[in-house]
Structures are given as structure tokens and as C-alpha cells.
């Protein structure tokens, strides 16, 4: 925390970390503030400050491997902050939270303090019955999960976070630096904020009800929601691909109803789709990587690399081999349209 010299900081922030707990939110976070606490490039926490608390002092592993050291431990008696937040992660590492987490945050609740649910720390919360009444933003990803095991909060996506009176909750990701941001403006004021986001070289603040348009294929204006998270599925689930009854699923439809929402975007069938992708990542990977057919089958979802040259070969017009030797690609045929990885290629510098 601050230096006691110095006047306490308008906007405070005590953070509990999850084990398995998700980096990129944490650090858009802490960095949004970390620039608009001080002027220039110093990082004095003079006009926001942050502490991460914690049961004891040792270091709590990330989602990826590197560990994070906390500031103190938890006082149980202690609120001198504005905010408590509980960041997590991967939904297997919550089982692992420590106990002393949900009472630490249910005394906070009593004692008027609003609490952040940030990534997966949303499912804390709700485990604590502190979010019983209250809407949260979740990830697509976790919202039936999330609905099923909590009924009593109403769960919403499609956006970057949510205030609901004294509560907060976030999906994480880059929209972790959308929330600080609008914390700062609060607390700290509008500039202060902007000079966080001009130092992350972020090009404008996003407000919560943004549109996030990653999901869409081409930044398709057009495309449905239901479409674009299927897709985004698809993109997460190349190697080990998943049924298109349970992508439906995922995305709140049926496999019938997909199948028509695909034929009207992308006039193919999301089975088709999904296997074009693959087929279009594994023909970056001949021309951009050593690797052996087999390890492209394996990383694209092919059985073996037979499987993958015979798709290969009904999609491209010719076999991975003359594709990779240049031989073939003159000639490949399919779909323009679909060749997502070929037209990044394309775009590169």
C-alpha cells in the first residue's frame, strides 16, 4: 500500500487469487492502475493502490505455471480498501480455494464493502451466496454451468462486465482492463483513467455493454451470437473436436437449429465449417512449420495422417505434400471464402 506520507489514494483495491488463477486479467488490471496511480512512468501507488492478500504468505500458481507472491496476509478485521476482489481462473483450480477466502469475503459483504467477481472468481462469490439475487456477467463458455449450480443469481453474457449495486462481476480477459478503467473514472476521474489506457496502448475504453466481436468469422456484422461462439468452440476444440449436438448445446440451441444458422452465415453445415477450419490449419502448418503429417493430423483432430491426407486431398485438390512443396497450391480448390488461415498468411508483413 502506499507510502503513509503521501495522502491515501482515492480508489483501493484488495485482491484474493484463486489457485490456477487466470494471468492476463490480473495483469490488465493491476497495470491500468499501476499507470494511472502516478504521473509519468513511476509506479508509486499514489492515486490507486492494490494489495493481494492471501491465508498465508506463500506463492499462489497461476493458470500457467508462474507463481505470485501476496502482499500480506488476511486480516480478518481489517476493510481498509474500497473494493475486495476475487480473482480465479480454470473452474478445476476452485476446488482448492482455501476456505478462509469465503469467510474473509462474506465479512467484507457485512461490513458495506463491494466485492468483484473477476474470471472465474464469479463462481466464488455464488458459492458464498453472495451473488444470490444479483445478475452476473460470466463467460459463455461457464454460463450453463454457472445457471445450473446457481439458480438463485441470474447469470448474463454478452458483455464485458456488470455492476449490480454492491456487486461486480467480470468474465476476465482483456475486459479486466475495461473494468479498471471504469473503476478509475469513478474514483480518480476520467482522465486519470484514459492516461492508463494510452500507456497499455488500448485505443479507446470500452463500456460494459460492449460487443465483443472476436467470436465472429471475418467480423461478420451480421453473424449470430449463437454462430459466433460455436466457432469459437470450434477454433478452441481443433485437435480433440467436440459433436455438433454438444457445441450446440454449449451455445443455448439445438443441432438442428445450428445446422440452419450456419447454412444462413456460411451456407455450409457446421460439421462442414468445422472441418474446413481444421483442413485450412493444417495447410498453414505444411507451409509454415517441419512438422510430420502425423503431428499436423494429431494437432487438427485427424485419427492419423492418412485420415488427413485423404480430407486434404478433397478439400485442396492435392496432397499435403505437394502442398507443402508449393507444387500443389496453385491448383487447390474449395471454398475462398473459408480459407481463414491462408488469408492471414496473406496479410502478414
Not at 507510502?3 to 491515501?8: C, Q, R, T
Not at 506463500?58 to 505455471?65: F, K, Q, R
Not at 458459492?127 to 445450473?148: I, K, N, T
Amino acid at each position: 500500500m502506499p507510502d503513509s506520507k503521501i495522502p491515501a489514494p482515492d480508489l483501493r483495491v484488495a485482491i484474493l487469487l484463486a489457485p490456477q488463477f487466470s494471468a492476463l486479467p490480473l495483469g490488465g488490471f493491476l497495470d491500468t492502475m499501476r499507470h494511472a496511480a502516478d504521473e509519468a512512468d513511476r509506479s508509486r501507488q499514489v492515486y490507486c493502490a492494490w494489495r493481494i492478500l492471501s491465508h498465508d504468505l506463500e506463492p499462489i500458481m497461476s493458470s500457467a505455471g508462474v507463481g505470485l507472491a501476496p502482499h500480506a496476509p488476511i486480516d480478518i478485521e481489517r476493510f481498509d480498501f474500497d473494493y475486495l476482489m476475487i480473482h480465479g481462473g480454470r473452474l478445476e483450480g476452485l476446488k482448492d480455494t482455501p476456505v478462509a477466502y469465503l469467510v474473509y469475503l462474506k465479512r467484507a459483504a457485512r461490513a458495506g464493502i463491494p466485492l468483484i467477481g473477476l474470471d472465474s472468481g464469479s463462481f466464488l462469490l455464488a458459492e458464498a451466496g453472495l451473488l444470490d439475487g444479483y445478475r452476473a456477467c460470466v463467460h459463455w463458455r461457464h454460463q450453463r454451468e454457472f445457471e445450473s449450480r446457481f439458480p438463485r443469481c441470474r447469470s448474463q453474457t454478452g458483455q464485458l462486465y456488470a455492476i449490480d449495486r454492491d456487486r461486480i462481476t467480470c468474465p476476465g480477459g482483456t475486459a479486466a482492463i475495461d473494468l479498471a478503467v471504469d473503476l478509475i473514472s469513478r474514483h480518480c476521474g476520467k482522465q486519470r483513467a484514459l492516461k492508463g489506457m494510452a500507456d497499455l496502448l488500448v485505443d479507446e475504453p470500452r463500456g460494459a455493454h460492449h460487443e465483443v466481436r472476436s467470436y465472429r468469422e471475418g467480423h461478420d456484422p451480421g453473424s449470430d451470437p449463437r454462430v459466433q461462439r460455436a466457432v469459437a468452440m470450434m477454433r478452441e476444440r481443433m485437435g480433440d473436436p467436440i459433436s455438433i449436438d454438444a457445441v450446440a448445446r454449449a451455445c443455448g440451441t439445438s443441432e438442428r437449429q445450428l445446422d440452419r444458422l450456419f447454412q444462413l452465415h456460411y451456407r455450409q453445415s457446421p460439421a462442414r465449417f468445422s472441418r474446413r477450419l481444421r483442413l485450412d490449419h493444417a495447410a498453414w502448418r505444411l507451409v509454415n512449420s517441419h512438422h510430420t503429417l502425423e503431428r499436423i493430423a494429431g494437432e487438427c483432430g485427424f485419427s492419423d495422417a492418412s485420415h488427413l491426407v485423404t480430407a486434404f486431398k478433397g478439400a485442396f485438390g492435392c496432397t499435403p505434400r505437394q502442398y507443402r512443396t508449393g507444387s500443389g497450391r496453385a491448383g487447390t480448390r474449395g471454398n475462398d471464402t473459408m480459407k481463414i488461415f491462408d488469408r492471414d498468411r496473406d496479410n502478414e508483413p
